[in-house]
């Protein structure tokens, strides 16, 4: 139980590898706020598979583009259980398109939600995240790969990486900063639009011949959300499956 007690804020937990995150932090002791901008529904069935099993959650709607929401959020756990150890920023959002096809009202979603988030929720944390705690962002290894159809969401990330490096080294009061890069994942948010040939040449680039499930980023978040870690500040750690 490598988190036995501590708080978790998990953002854009209600499915997807955010969802497998929330139920393996509870399972390793971690009181955990599942938070949903839109899906209620899967909101609580996240939180019905973790107390099902013994855990302790909470589900707190709000938009972490929206500052006035991501202030509740914080909030809201500190008033139900006192405080907040972890921030763990996975809500995101992707668009697949050519960058001529990209609307500008594509690159305002994606900018809003992935880097305005994880900005917001930093500010946050500057102030209300325990001492010694840990903030864990969520990129992603697109940032390196040079996909096509991948220039606007993969410069979100690039800037979420950037964002990580700088917070780790003016955040102070021993609290570290790191990002999490997963590769190809079979998750709806990933899958979606993709033939089966794309899929299959991804699986080709991967050391393993498979995509990862969210069971395989959920247990490198353990580890990174874990007191087990604290050494480890201002990286990117790629949780790819040798993905090149």
Do not use: C
């Not at 139980?1 to 590898?17: A, C, F, N």
């Not at 598979?49 to 500190?78: H, R």
């Not at 096809?101 to 325990?130: C, H, I, P, W, Y």
């Amino acid at each position: 139980m490598t988190l036995q007690d501590k708080v978790v804020i998990v953002t854009g937990s209600s499915r997807g590898i955010g969802k497998e995150v929330a139920i393996q932090l509870a399972k390793n002791g971690a009181k955990v706020v599942i938070n949903h901008s839109n899906s209620e529904a899967e909101a609580n069935e996240t939180l019905n598979t973790i107390t099902d099993e013994g855990g302790k959650a909470i589900v707190v709607k709000a938009d972490v583009s929206n500052k006035q929401d991501v202030e509740a959020l914080f909030n809201k756990t500190i008033e139900t259980f006192g405080k907040v150890d972890v921030l763990i920023n996975n809500a995101g959002i992707m668009y697949n398109k050519l960058l001529k096809d990209n609307t500008q009202d594509d690159f305002t979603k994606l900018f809003d939600v992935n880097v305005r988030g994880v900005f917001n929720t930093m500010q946050e944390a500057a102030t209300k995240l325990s001492d010694n705690g840990i903030v864990l962002n969520f990129s992603s290894s697109t940032v390196k790969l040079m996909f096509p159809k991948y220039a606007l969401y993969s410069a979100t990330k690039a800037a979420v990486e950037q964002m990580t490096r700088v917070f780790a080294k003016e955040v102070g009061r021993g609290i570290s900063v790191n990002a999490i890069a997963p590769g190809a994942t079979a998750t709806d948010l990933f899958l979606n639009g993709k033939s089966q040939e794309t899929i299959d040449k991804l699986k080709n680039m991967i050391a393993f011949n498979r995509l990862a499930e969210p069971i395989d980023i959920a247990r490198v978040v353990v580890f990174l959300a874990s007191d087990d870690s604290k050494w480890i500040s201002g990286q990117i750690i790629g949780a790819n499956g040798g993905l090149i």
